[in-house]
């Protein structure tokens, strides 16, 4: 089975600076990838979902991208963070029908 | 976007009652999953309906698939505090998974 690494699992970052989170996956070859956003107890925004190696699709028009640099490398990215950028981002990956998730980082712009 | 809607939003039970959230949609998926979710941490698979009608039984969780394949239902029969947290259910289309809004539950021991 699929084993989803999702890293850092808290981040603290100011107004105006650089993102990187970085999702790896094992134990499956050329999965579905994703980039989920979460607002505290609702359900879950898509944010970009990518089918192969730098193939990306957005979902939501925002100050965020997304990069597949490997098949099972997923990097949620932005240039210059907001204040509206924070919130709870999980990556998720679908080896067939059904997604799983990482732990999720819990993102805080201040 | 397709859009699901849960109710309740919120449930707060006594133990021992029994449950059901809803899921629904105006859309029509290929497969329907059911997640649960603690505070700070990602969703976790229960099931996964694919079949219109179907209905999947975990235990004390029933899941079933409506007819047209649009809407879902989860009971809890006999609910535990271990059953307490944030159920989301998920429609799949082509590549992608849309979420509903979440129904929070909370079991009172």
């Known amino acids: 089975s699929q084993t989803i690494h999702q890293w850092p699992a808290t981040l603290v970052q100011p107004v105006g600076s650089p993102l990187s989170l970085e999702c790896t996956v094992e134990?499956?070859?050329?999965?579905?990838l994703y980039w989920y956003r979460q607002a505290a107890g609702r359900g879950l925004q898509l944010l970009f979902y990518?089918?192969?190696?730098?193939?990306i699709s957005s979902e939501v028009p925002q100050n965020l991208s997304a990069s597949r640099p490997q098949d099972r490398q997923f990097i949620l990215s932005s240039k210059k963070l907001l204040l509206s950028d924070s919130g709870f981002y999980l990556c998720?990956?679908?080896?067939?029908?059904?997604?799983?998730f990482g732990q999720g980082t819990r993102l805080t712009v201040v | 976007t397709q859009l699901l809607e849960q109710s309740p939003q919120f449930l707060s039970i006594q133990e021992g009652e029994n449950l059901t959230v809803y899921c629904n949609s105006s859309?029509?998926?290929?497969?329907l999953q059911w997640y649960r979710q603690e505070p700070g941490e990602g969703p976790v698979l229960l099931v996964t309906?694919?079949?219109?009608?179907e209905v999947k039984k975990l235990k004390r969780l029933t899941f079933q698939f409506g007819d047209a394949r649009k809407d879902s239902s989860l009971h809890i029969t006999a609910a535990q505090p271990g059953d307490t947290g944030l159920y989301l259910c998920?429609?799949?289309?082509?590549?992608?998974?849309?979420f509903g809004t979440g129904t929070s539950l909370t079991v009172i021991p």
């Open positions: 990518s089918v192969g190696i730098g193939q």
């Open positions: 859309s029509v998926f290929s497969s």
């Open positions: 998920a429609g799949a289309t082509g590549n992608q998974f849309y």
């Open positions: 309906v694919v079949t219109g009608g």
């Open positions: 998720g990956c679908s080896p067939n029908t059904e997604a799983f």
């Open positions: 134990g499956t070859s050329n999965p579905n």
